[in-house]
């Protein structure tokens, strides 16, 4: 139960399915991951409030809690049987309230939108599938499951659809992360790497003891640069362009009067479809082995961080078919077919065998100091979704 605490919303009327409102109330809760700011609120309440609110409304719930003070929940509509099941997928965290304009977690309405932290990235979302969820199962009984995927942690880890897709599984899903009331068929993926040029320590009066690796790293650093240059003349996604490649992080030394023994630099590789992890290590070992084959004293190692695949979903699919019959009345027109340059969930779903697509409201101000969601639109994506739901699962 959610502990009776000035700063926690009230539950809303069971019979009150407008998506605002449900906004609303989730903005008001702190749910900034713990893993991107020390000492973030994390899942915890907000996850409290949306299974009270599905329970209210019928729904059977399952809280997932592998991570301690990290929770997801599973909130299922059983269908009468011999019907499609449909997940519905969101993310429960957000960044940092830091540097936000305004009280962040007070949500306010101007001009047809409504800011706060999270509006756009992703409770908007949240509040949508939610709000569908619930009209289309009140309409009547459907024959296939309505399930919906509360998780915790997308913006750093994605613990928590990796943890839900442990016990539950889908005829096919829809991520509504925000795109515009655009259908979004693709997302790159991404591979961390650290690389750390080992040079020799010495006194700074020692040339001939010492090996600088922040200077063989310079060596690494330009040749990085030109392997970005590469992809970006390389073979290109219809969606998604080429992969990309950057230095985030460099450190390196100690003192000013010793050389340098080692410097680590960690890159980003963003990934299309075709690109994995193993082919993006191949390609940096082929750029470092020549650096240590031609500069003198070049010694490196190269060790795989995170990574996450590309997505890529099948434009004839059910559920992509299903969903753009249904936006395109709505909308009046063909919805913009579209593919994002981050990483989402939309990966490990399609990667559990579950037909997937991304499609979320308008607004704008992800992980920035203003953030919102078009209201209008966030009551379209809600019509969209549960009409969509209501054919899918019939």
Same mark, same amino acid.
């Given at each position: 139960?959610?502990?009776?605490?000035?700063?926690?919303?009230?539950?809303?009327?069971?019979?009150?399915?407008?998506?605002? *409102?449900?906004?609303? &109330?989730?903005i008001? #809760?702190?749910?900034?991951?713990? =893993?991107?700011?020390p $000492?973030?609120? !994390?899942?915890?309440?907000?996850?409290?409030?949306?299974?009270e609110?599905?329970?209210?409304?019928?729904?059977?719930v399952?809280?997932?809690e592998k991570r301690?003070g990290?929770?997801?929940?599973?909130?299922?509509a059983?269908?009468t049987?011999?019907?499609?099941?449909l997940m519905?997928?969101?993310?429960?965290d957000t960044?940092?309230?830091?540097d936000y304009?305004?009280?962040?977690?007070?949500?306010q309405?101007?001009?047809?939108?409504?800011?706060?932290?999270?509006?756009?990235d992703?409770?908007?979302?949240?509040?949508?599938?939610?709000?569908?969820?619930?009209?289309?199962?009140? *309409?009547?009984?459907l &024959?296939?499951d309505? #399930?919906l995927?509360c998780?915790? =942690?997308?913006?750093? $880890?994605?613990? !928590?659809?990796?943890?839900?897709?442990e016990?539950?599984?889908?005829d096919?899903?829809i991520?509504?992360e925000p795109?515009?009331?655009?259908v979004?068929?693709?997302?790159k993926?991404?591979?961390?790497?650290?690389v750390?040029i080992?040079?020799?320590?010495?006194?700074?009066?020692?040339?001939?003891?010492?090996?600088?690796?922040?200077?063989?790293?310079g060596h690494?650093?330009?040749?990085?640069?030109?392997?970005?240059?590469?992809?970006?003349?390389g073979p290109v996604?219809?969606?998604?362009?080429?992969?990309?490649?950057?230095?985030?992080v460099?450190q390196?030394?100690?003192?000013?009067?010793?050389y340098?023994?080692?410097?680590? #630099?960690?890159?980003?590789?963003?990934?299309?479809p075709?690109?994995?992890?193993?082919?993006?290590?191949?390609?940096l070992?082929?750029v470092?082995?020549?650096?240590?084959a031609?500069?003198?004293?070049?010694?490196?190692r190269?060790?795989r961080g995170l990574?996450?695949?590309p997505f890529?979903?099948?434009?004839?699919?059910?559920i992509?078919?299903t969903?753009t019959r249904?936006?395109?009345?709505?909308?009046?027109?063909?919805?913009v077919v579209?593919?994002e340059?981050?990483?989402?969930?939309?990966?490990?779903?399609d990667r559990?065998?579950?037909p997937c697509?991304?499609?979320?409201?308008?607004?704008?101000?992800?992980?920035?100091a203003t953030?919102?969601?078009?209201?209008?639109?966030?009551d379209r994506?809600?019509?969209?979704?549960?009409?969509?739901i209501?054919?899918f699962?019939?």
């Amino acid at each position: 139960m959610l502990p009776e605490t000035a700063s926690t919303p009230v539950l809303p009327d069971p019979l009150d399915l407008d998506p605002g *409102r449900l906004l609303a &109330r989730l903005i008001a #809760i702190d749910s900034v991951n713990p =893993d991107l700011v020390p $000492g973030g609120a !994390g899942e915890a309440v907000i996850a409290d409030f949306c299974s009270e609110w599905l329970a209210a409304r019928g729904f059977e719930v399952h809280a997932l809690e592998k991570r301690p003070g990290r929770p997801s929940l599973v909130a299922i509509a059983r269908g009468t049987g011999g019907g499609r099941s449909l997940m519905l997928n969101g993310h429960l965290d957000t960044v940092s309230l830091a540097d936000y304009d305004g009280d962040p977690l007070d949500p306010q309405i101007r001009d047809g939108r409504m800011f706060g932290r999270g509006t756009f990235d992703m409770k908007g979302g949240i509040a949508a599938m939610m709000v569908a969820a619930a009209r289309a199962t009140a *309409r009547g009984p459907l &024959r296939g499951d309505v #399930i919906l995927a509360c998780v915790a =942690d997308e913006e750093h $880890g994605s613990s !928590g659809t990796e943890e839900v897709l442990e016990s539950f599984t889908a005829d096919a899903a829809i991520v509504t992360e925000p795109s515009h009331l655009e259908v979004t068929l693709a997302h790159k993926g991404f591979a961390w790497f650290d690389v750390e040029i080992v040079g020799r320590a010495a006194h700074g009066s020692r040339p001939d003891l010492g090996i600088d690796s922040i200077a063989k790293a310079g060596h690494f650093l330009v040749a990085l640069e030109e392997l970005g240059r590469r992809l970006a003349q390389g073979p290109v996604h219809p969606l998604l362009g080429t992969g990309t490649v950057h230095a985030s992080v460099i450190q390196g030394g100690e003192e000013p009067s010793t050389y340098p023994a080692h410097c680590r #630099i960690t890159l980003e590789r963003r990934t299309v479809p075709g690109e994995s992890a193993d082919s993006v290590e191949r390609e940096l070992t082929d750029v470092l082995d020549y650096l240590a084959a031609t500069v003198p004293d070049f010694r490196y190692r190269l060790t795989r961080g995170l990574h996450r695949e590309p997505f890529e979903a099948d434009p004839k699919a059910l559920i992509v078919r299903t969903l753009t019959r249904h936006a395109e009345r709505a909308l009046g027109h063909p919805p913009v077919v579209r593919a994002e340059p981050f990483w989402t969930d939309c990966a490990l779903l399609d990667r559990a065998g579950i037909p997937c697509l991304l499609f979320g409201a308008d607004g704008a101000g992800a992980h920035a100091a203003t953030e919102y969601v078009d209201l209008a639109s966030l009551d379209r994506l809600t019509d969209i979704l549960t009409d969509t739901i209501a054919d899918f699962c019939f």
